[in-house]
C-alpha cells in the first residue's frame, strides 16, 4: 500500500477537492457526454467495495496533472452540462441560455 493514494491525497497533489475529482470520473465514464477525441485518459483506481475507500497508484500521478491541465474550465467548459444539472434553478436557467 506504500504506491497507493487516497482520493483525498490525490486532491491534495492536484489542489482540487474531492468532490472535483468525483465529478471528474462521474463525467469521464458516463457514455451520456460526448468526449473530445484529445480527451487525456483517467487511470483506472482500485476500490474493493462501492462504499469503500479508493486507492489510486503513485505512477498515476502524471495521468492526473495531465487531465487536470487539459480540462476547460467555467460554465461553457467540458463539463459546464454535466455541473450545471447540481446548481438548482441556476443551472437550468445557464443549460437553456446555452441552447
Do not use: C
Request: aromatic share 14%; net charge positive.
Amino acid at each position: 500500500m506504500n504506491n497507493m493514494l487516497t482520493a483525498a491525497k490525490v486532491a491534495q497533489h492536484l489542489d482540487i477537492s474531492v468532490p472535483t475529482l468525483n465529478n471528474w470520473y462521474k463525467w469521464y465514464n458516463n457514455p451520456k457526454y460526448e468526449k473530445p477525441k484529445d480527451t487525456p485518459e483517467l487511470p483506472d483506481y482500485t476500490q474493493q467495495g462501492k462504499r469503500d475507500t479508493r486507492y489510486w497508484d503513485k505512477k498515476d500521478l502524471p495521468k492526473l496533472v495531465k487531465f487536470k491541465k487539459w480540462i476547460p474550465r467555467g460554465r461553457a467548459g467540458i463539463m459546464g452540462d454535466y455541473n450545471a444539472q447540481f446548481w438548482g434553478e441556476r443551472g437550468k436557467r445557464a443549460l437553456k441560455n446555452k441552447l
